[in-house]
């Protein structure tokens, strides 16, 4: 697989879960921003990044206790982007749930 934060791997485990949240939370909004532009490729690849990001997030320790939170949000952001959105999140949905982590991971700062 291509990896797209090749910058990141090495570090990802120094941000908060917060400050994880918060980027997976931009990618996220870039997907959902280029598929209402109708390009659909621009829009994969940020779908892509945001995948990568969770994984790093899946596999730092600290997370450990919020695992069940991250997998099920990877679960429903999968649905939403690139199936049949069976869970029936909206961009606003979306929206809503990240923006609490933007907001705590500027704060800590």
Avoid: C
């Amino acid at each position: 697989m291509n990896i797209f934060h090749k910058d990141l791997v090495g570090r990802w485990n120094q941000f908060s879960i917060f400050e994880q949240m918060a980027n997976i939370g931009a990618e996220v909004g870039r997907a959902i921003n280029w598929r209402n532009k109708k390009n659909n490729e621009m829009s994969k690849n940020a779908f892509y990044r945001a995948l990568e990001l969770i994984d790093f997030t899946v596999d730092d320790n600290k997370n450990i206790n919020s695992l069940k939170e991250i997998l099920i949000m990877r679960e429903l952001l999968v649905d939403y982007l690139m199936g049949d959105n069976i869970y029936h999140s909206t961009d606003k949905s979306w929206e809503k749930y990240f923006y609490p982590f933007n907001f705590a991971a500027r704060k800590s700062h």
